[in-house]
C-alpha cells in the first residue's frame, strides 16, 4: 500500500500523524504500553472497527488493512503467553513478583505434665478394658402423623365453556383459561425475540461449528462483532434462554465472558462438541419460543364483527371517494347504452 493510504488510516484510527507504519499493537489500540484488560482491549477493538466501517466501500483496501491490524492485535494482546511475548519483544519489562513474608504463628506455651516412674500419671488408677453399661428400657412407639413435604397444589384453572357456532350441530367443550397477556406486550416480546435469533445465528460459524479455531483475522473480527450483537440482545430474551443445564445455557455463559475469544481458542475438541451441541438446542428453543409468540399474537388480534356487508360499509366510510368513482362509472354505462341502443 502506498503512503497516502496508511495516512488515511491514521487519520481514521487517530493516531499521530508522523507516527511509525504498522504502529505497535498498544499504539494502534491507544493503550499505554503493557497496559489494558480483556474487556477493554476487546472494547477498543469493537471502537476502531466502528471507525473503519463507513470507509469500506470508498476505501476497501486500507479498511482491511487496518481490520487485519486490530484482529492482529485482538488475538495477540488477548492471549496470556503470546502477550508475554510480545511484551518481551518490545522491551517491556515483566511484572517483578512481590515476596510476602508470612507472619510467623504465634507459638503457644508448651505445658509439661511430670510423670512418675513407669510412665503412669500421678493419681490415675487402671481402668478396666472394658464396661457393661445397662441400657434403659425403650420407650413404647408412638405414631405421629407425617406432615406433607411439598406445597399446598395449586387451584385448577378456571374452565370457560365455548359456545359453537350456530348451526354447526357440535356440542360445547371446556378449555382452559389462559393468563392474560397484552397484544403489546406479545409484539414487544417477539422483536425481541427476533433481534436475539438474529445474534444467535451470527454465532453459528465459531460456536455452532466444532472445527473452527479462530485461526484467521477475519473470523476473529466476524466473532468479535457477533459478540457484541449477542450480549446486547441475549439479555432481553431471558425467560427463553436461561441459565446453565437448560438449552443454550453452556453458549449464553460464554457469550458472558470478559475473555471470551481466550476462552473458545483453548477449548478442547470435546468441548467444543458439547458447546456446539448446545448451541443447537438453544437455536430450536428460540425457534419454538417464536412459535408460540407468533400464535398468541394472532389469538391477541381483535376480531371485528360482521360479515362481508359491514366490512364493504366500513370501507365506504373511510375512503368515500369510491362512491363517487362507482356513480361515474354508472352514468358512462348508461350514456353509452342510450346512445347506442
Same mark, same amino acid.
Given at each position: 500500500m502506498d503512503l497516502q493510504s496508511h495516512d488515511r488510516l491514521r487519520a481514521w484510527l487517530g493516531l499521530p500523524a508522523d507516527g511509525p507504519w504498522p504502529p505497535d499493537h498498544y499504539a494502534l489500540l491507544g493503550l499505554v504500553r503493557g497496559s489494558g484488560d480483556l474487556?477493554?482491549? @476487546?472494547? %477498543?477493538?469493537?471502537? %476502531?472497527? @466502528?471507525?473503519?466501517? =463507513?470507509?469500506?466501500?470508498?476505501?476497501?483496501?486500507?479498511?482491511? /488493512?487496518?481490520?487485519? %491490524?486490530?484482529?492482529?492485535?485482538?488475538?495477540?494482546?488477548?492471549?496470556?503467553?503470546? %502477550?508475554a511475548d510480545y511484551d518481551r519483544e518490545l522491551g517491556i519489562p515483566a511484572a517483578p513478583f512481590e515476596v510476602v513474608e #508470612?507472619?510467623?504463628?504465634? &507459638? /503457644?506455651?508448651?505445658? /509439661?505434665?511430670?510423670? /512418675?516412674?513407669?510412665?503412669? =500419671?500421678?493419681? @490415675?488408677?487402671?481402668?478396666?478394658?472394658y464396661e457393661v453399661v445397662q441400657e434403659p428400657p425403650p420407650l413404647p412407639y408412638e405414631v405421629v402423623p407425617t406432615e406433607p413435604k411439598g406445597p399446598p397444589p395449586l387451584p385448577s384453572p378456571r374452565k370457560t365453556r365455548r359456545r359453537p357456532a350456530?348451526? #354447526?350441530?357440535?356440542?360445547?367443550? @371446556? &378449555?382452559? #383459561?389462559?393468563?392474560?397477556?397484552s397484544r403489546r406486550a406479545v409484539y414487544r416480546r417477539l422483536a425481541a425475540l427476533r433481534k436475539a435469533l438474529r445474534a444467535w445465528e451470527n454465532l453459528r460459524p465459531v460456536l455452532g461449528t466444532p472445527t473452527e479455531l479462530l485461526a484467521t483475522p477475519v473470523s476473529v473480527l466476524l466473532f468479535v462483532r457477533a459478540l457484541a450483537d449477542a450480549r446486547h440482545a441475549l439479555p432481553e430474551v431471558k425467560w427463553a434462554v436461561r441459565g446453565p443445564g437448560t438449552p443454550g445455557g453452556v453458549v449464553a455463559a460464554l457469550v458472558r465472558l470478559p475473555h471470551a475469544i481466550h476462552a473458545v481458542r483453548v477449548l478442547v475438541p470435546s468441548q467444543r462438541q458439547t458447546v456446539a451441541l448446545d448451541w443447537r438446542n438453544g437455536l430450536d428453543e428460540l425457534r419454538r419460543e417464536r412459535k408460540r409468540l407468533r400464535e398468541l399474537a394472532f389469538i391477541a388480534r381483535p376480531r371485528r364483527s360482521g360479515g362481508a356487508a359491514a366490512r364493504l360499509v366500513r370501507e365506504l366510510t373511510r375512503t368515500p371517494e369510491w362512491c363517487l368513482a362507482g356513480f361515474a362509472l354508472a352514468a358512462l354505462v348508461f350514456a353509452f347504452l342510450r346512445r347506442n341502443p
Open positions: 474487556a477493554d482491549i @476487546e472494547a %477498543r477493538v469493537l471502537d %476502531r472497527m @466502528e471507525l473503519l466501517r =463507513p470507509h469500506q466501500l470508498l476505501h476497501p483496501e486500507p479498511v482491511t /488493512e487496518g481490520m487485519n %491490524r486490530l484482529a492482529q492485535a485482538l488475538v495477540c494482546l488477548t492471549d496470556p503467553v503470546g %502477550r #508470612s507472619e510467623p504463628a504465634a &507459638s /503457644e506455651p508448651l505445658v /509439661e505434665v511430670p510423670f /512418675e516412674p513407669g510412665l503412669v =500419671p500421678p493419681d @490415675e488408677r487402671r481402668s478396666p478394658a350456530r348451526g #354447526s350441530g357440535l356440542t360445547p367443550i @371446556e &378449555s382452559t #383459561s389462559v393468563a392474560p397477556i
